[in-house]
Every structure is written in structure tokens, then in C-alpha cells.
């Protein structure tokens, strides 16, 4: 059986989420869960920027848990064009190998 990964982007904020129709928790999706304690903590960004502690304007850090998939399902716009960059992030996730950039 071929695995998939479907990937959901919230309608009103952005997010995005994804899910394997083909796991065995099919109600199951990775979302993203913010990382309240390193807000304003500084350090380098994603963007490579180095930011001062008690720097706000940084970039926000995150990590993907499963959560319910009921709780997104239909604020999502259900799609495969995703940047790269999000796609090694859940892919990485739910245990594929990571796509090289194009």
C-alpha cells in the first residue's frame, strides 16, 4: 500500500497540517503547536538573523503533534502544493524521506 500525505492549510490563519489517510489512527493529523517558553528568548532564526533576548520581531519556533483531526478537518483547504520546506517538516514527521529542493 502507497503512503500518502495530504497536507491542510487553515483558512483563517495559515496553518498548515497534514495526515496519512493511510495510518492506522486515521482520525489523526500533525499540527503545529507553538512554542510558548522560546518566545522572545533570542537566538538565531530561521531566517538566519541573529535576535537579542527580549527581541519579539524574531521568528516564532514550533513542533508538529498528532492532535484529533476532526478539530481541523473542515477550516482546511486540503492540498499537495505546499513550499518544500513545509513538506520536510511534516514528511520528516510522519516518518518519509525528505524531498529535495527544486
Known amino acids: ?5 495530504l497536507y491542510g492549510i487553515e483558512k483563517d490563519t495559515g496553518l498548515v497540517y497534514s495526515r496519512v489517510p493511510s495510518e492506522p489512527a486515521k482520525a489523526q493529523c500533525a499540527g503545529p503547536v507553538l512554542d510558548y517558553a522560546a518566545i522572545g528568548q533570542g ?11 527580549g527581541d519579539f520581531n524574531g521568528p516564532v ?6 492532535m484529533p483531526l ?13 513550499p518544500v520546506e513545509l ?16
Do not use: S
Not at 61 to 66: C, F, I, N, T
Not at 70 to 82: F, G, L
Open 43 to 53: 537566538g538565531t532564526g530561521d531566517d538566519g538573523i541573529e535576535y537579542a533576548p
Open 70 to 82: 476532526y478539530d481541523v478537518y473542515r477550516h482546511c483547504t486540503w492540498t499537495k502544493k505546499i
Open 87 to 102: 513538506k520536510n517538516r511534516h514528511r520528516e514527521f510522519w516518518g518519509f524521506p525528505k524531498l529535495k529542493e527544486q
Open 61 to 66: 519556533r514550533y513542533h508538529l503533534e498528532k
Open 1 to 5: 500500500m502507497n503512503r500518502i500525505i
